[in-house]
């Protein structure tokens, strides 16, 4: 089992930033893929980015490439979404989850483990 904790998310103005945190514990943090999606409300839970194990392959949204930033900590079991530029559109519930194997990074179906989700609201 790995649990999820996420932590960052609150009311932003257009145009700022956040730091969502995700913090796992359980198994070995570095055999996980770990991907950042999120759900806005009356939406179907979209991808936002992926990072592989040792964080030196990254995946995004297309639409999301050039504001958003993940890394990750290995040594802190933490993974981390930096959003720059934000917008009304970002408002959402943001979940981490963990997959154990590279796949289709993109798709819900992948991860084993989510994490519970915290609330980014940007106002206009």
């Known amino acids: 089992q790995v649990q999820l904790v996420e932590s960052g998310g609150e009311l932003v103005q257009a145009g700022g930033s956040l730091r969502l945190s995700c913090a796992a514990s359980?198994?070995?943090?570095?055999?996980?893929?770990m991907g950042w999606f999120r759900q806005a409300p009356g939406k179907e839970r979209e991808f936002v980015g992926a990072?592989?194990?040792?964080?030196?392959?990254?995946y995004y949204a297309d639409s999301l490439k050039g504001r958003f930033t993940i890394s990750r900590d290995n040594a802190k079991n933490t993974v981390y979404l930096q959003m720059n530029s934000l917008k009304p559109e970002d408002t959402a519930v943001y979940y981490c989850?963990?997959?154990?194997?590279?796949?289709?990074?993109?798709?819900?179906?992948?991860?084993?483990?989510w994490g519970q989700g915290t609330q980014v609201t940007v106002s206009s």
């Open positions: 359980g198994r070995t943090f570095a055999n996980y893929v």
């Open positions: 989850a963990a997959a154990p194997r590279l796949g289709p990074v993109v798709t819900t179906l992948q991860y084993d483990y």
């Open positions: 990072i592989s194990w040792g964080g030196g392959s990254t």
